[in-house]
């Protein structure tokens, strides 16, 4: 088989440059490991960037988005048993789209079938080689069948635990990398959200938050020992976490069936390079941040928004912003990166093994971070600006 540009990895990265492919008439194949089903069953991501969401709109791809997409101007931080608004939309006029990225990735999907495209699901013993070529190739096997595509360009859209990045010789690429001492318990309850809009908690016992799904789905997360097993939580005992640290005087949690509950490890990864030889990395394959911030998914967006761009160009004869590629978005990256970390940091309390003397200087210092946060708009600007996303270079 003969294609343009080979995907690895049928999550929102890969399928979304498939469609930024197509658009521009380059031949792609998308090669992914798991069923469909399964990519679909995973709760993951929940807040688009207004940036991310204009992506979309780019391609014609945001007919379900404006239609069950909730726009947010801002969002709540409380601290201290006070709740307190950062309105994005009056800070600096941008806003962004509560959206799962289960829904997200079901319109990529959808779109894809309707335009027939090359997408081989539940395929097995994915191996790209050749990548120090300009011949590059994937050998997989679906359907019981061995497949080998040849290609110009291989993209790894493949996660944080695929194997393109595993395939880069170790002297070419470098890894920073940052472990939390937390993780977030993360529920979906079929109950109404008891919020307009997302509220981010620091409470002594930890942090909490509350976002959602839909006007009747509420999606609410605790931050847990990065230890803890699941089985520990019984739906009791995180609806009692929720009350404790979300509570504010004069407001209810509304409590209801939990349908999903999962906990997810904390960490900061960025890979020193987004590219080598024919192979070029997108989203988490190349760098993953803690999820306070909600900038996982938009990363994602971001990297293959400036690939689709720039293989564009190469086809129509411009070959600059394919070599400019890795730099562009690893400096996007490292922002968001910081903005990631700085939230996650103003927001959690110290994991276990800290002091208690430790633990009331981190608690203290960090309820003057927010009440400066909350109190200077030129610290809610700073905020507005990152959250709802920085401009994606070269589009
Ligand atoms: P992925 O979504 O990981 O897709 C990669 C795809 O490649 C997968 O379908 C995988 O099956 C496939 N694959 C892997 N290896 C191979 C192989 N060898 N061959 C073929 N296919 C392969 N972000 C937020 O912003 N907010 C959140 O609340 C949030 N929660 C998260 C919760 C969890 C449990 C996780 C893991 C991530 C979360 N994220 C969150 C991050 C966000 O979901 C990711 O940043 C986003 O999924 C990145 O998209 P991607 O397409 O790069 O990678
Ligand atoms: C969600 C996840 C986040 O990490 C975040 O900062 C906001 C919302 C969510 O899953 O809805």
Redesign the pocket.
């Known amino acids: 088989m003969r294609t343009t540009v080979a995907i ?9 440059l498939g469609h930024l492919l197509e658009k521009s008439g380059i031949d792609f194949v998308i ?4 069923s469909r089903e ?2 679909l069953s ?6 688009l960037e207004q940036s991310s969401v204009d992506v979309l709109a780019s391609l014609g791809l945001d007919s379900r988005l404006r239609e069950a997409g909730l726009v947010h101007d801002g969002i709540y931080l409380q601290y201290a048993g006070t709740r307190h608004r950062i309105d994005f939309k009056a800070l600096i006029d941008r806003t962004v789209t509560v959206y799962g ?1 289960q829904q997200v ?1 079901n319109d990529l999907m959808l779109a894809h079938d309707a335009l027939g495209s090359a997408v081989y699901f539940e ?1 097995s013993g ?1 191996l790209p080689r050749g990548i120090d070529t300009p011949h590059p190739s994937v050998d ?1 096997v679906n359907d019981g069948v061995e497949f080998t595509v040849d290609a110009d360009f291989i993209v790894g ?8 990045r595993t395939i880069i010789p170790a002297g070419a690429i470098t890894s920073y990398e940052r472990d939390f001492p937390f993780a ?1 318990l ?1 529920i979906l309850a079929n109950v109404a959200p008891s919020t307009d809009e997302l509220i981010y908690a620091l409470h002594e016992d930890g942090f909490a938050m509350h ?1 959602m799904r839909s006007p009747s789905v509420s ?1 609410l ?1 605790l931050q847990v020992d990065p230890g803890e097993s699941i089985d520990d939580w019984s739906d009791a005992r995180i609806w009692d976490g929720l009350h404790t640290r979300l509570g504010v005087d004069g407001w209810t949690l509304h409590e209801g069936e939990v349908t999903e509950k ?1 906990i ?1 490890p904390m960490r900061s990864f960025v890979a020193s390079t987004l590219e080598y030889g024919s192979l070029y990395l ?4 190349g760098h ?2 803690p ?1 306070t ?8 967006i971001s ?1 293959v928004a400036m690939l689709g761009a720039a293989f564009t160009a190469f086809f129509a004869g411009d070959r600059v912003p394919l070599t400019l590629y890795s730099d562009r978005a690893l400096r996007r990256q490292w922002k968001t990166q910081y903005f990631s970390q700085w939230m996650t940091d103003m927001l959690h309390t110290s994991g276990p093994g800290a002091s208690d003397a430790d633990r009331a200087f981190r608690h203290m210092s960090q309820l003057g971070q927010l009440d400066y946060v909350t109190g200077s708009e030129h610290a809610r600007r700073g905020l507005a600006e990152q959250y709802t996303g920085l401009p994606i270079e070269g589009l």
Do not use: M
């Open positions: 690895i990895g049928a999550g929102p990265a890969g399928l979304l090669v992914e490991q798991r399964y990519i995973r709760v993951r991501a929940g807040v990225q990735v395929s994915v997989f859209a493949d996660g944080f635990h695929g194997v393109c977030w993360g976002s999606r997360y999962s997810t997108v989203g988490d394959a993953i941040v999820p911030g909600a900038k996982g998914l938009n990363a994602a990297d």
